[in-house]
């Protein structure tokens, strides 16, 4: 009986063991993979303070001596990063906000009414497979010929262009694990079919709408080919901005950190911001009573 108990107690003692080490093991993987990932943000976020000759010192420099707060200056009006970050700021909020005012209502209608039967949502789904790159001939001949190149409602129906399928598709995963039963209880209520979608539905698909809105902002944010098809010099984009900086004889590594510093900031801020909803948005339908 004693070996018996000797025996359990040494095979709970090697699992624990074995636990322990899978655990530093995960531990030091993950680790790893962070240190990957977050070298090059770290690298740019500290290259913004760098003096010019710090790029070019062996070995390399990973904390400036002295904090170069010029490069910012620099990178906002030499090399117009004000223009293009208000040009940014404009293009990604109205496109965002374009995107999902029609987009929730396209998808509510194709779940709760069936618009366009099977075909529609086919369609939508193949414009997501669909490369941006085939519209943008045709786009540049239209408006060309409308006279809305350099304009800021070129990159509005650019930008809906590409985004509207997947916040279409999204959002109609989202409203499909709506129960209808809320609606119908307010149709019965006597409320009309608008008032129960505005009273009861949308606050309930709050937290997809958020994480599609989040996502259609980032794409119009970092969005780069339409943006150098479309633009010139009045509404050019950040990632615009940034490749037209590397060019000539020199390349000024400390004003292009800098500027892409202030470019990856609205994203991590929203991302931050709206991590509650990311999380229950990205779990949304994921358990079902």
Known sequence: MSAKIALNAEDLDRRKRIRKLFSVLRFLLIFIFLAIFL??????AIGAFKSEGEFYHYPPIFWPEHFNWGNFGRAMTTF????????????????????????????????????????????????????????????????KTLGMLDTYPALFLSYILINMPFAVWIMKGFFEDIPHGIENAALLDGYSRFAAFRKYVLPLAVPGIAVTALFVFIFSWN???????????????????????????????????????????????????FQKYLVRGLTFGAVKG
């Open 80 to 143: 117009g990063g004000t223009q293009a970050l208000v040009s940014s700021l404009i293009v990604a909020i109205t496109n965002t906000m374009l995107v999902i005012a029609f987009g929730v209502l396209l998808a509510y209608a194709m779940v709760r009414f069936n618009v366009g039967g099977d075909n529609l949502s086919f369609f939508v789904l193949s414009l997501l497979f669909a490369p941006p790159v085939i519209a943008a001939t045709p786009l540049f001949i239209i408006f």
């Open 223 to 273: 969005e780069f080919l339409f943006a150098l098809i479309f633009t010139r010099s009045h509404t050019q984009t950040l990632p615009i901005a940034l490749a037209s900086m590397t060019g000539g004889h020199q390349i000024p590594w400390g004003e292009i950190s800098a500027l892409s510093l202030i470019a990856i900031t609205p994203g991590i801020i929203l991302t931050l911001f």
């Open 39 to 44: 070298f090059p943000v770290y690298w740019i």
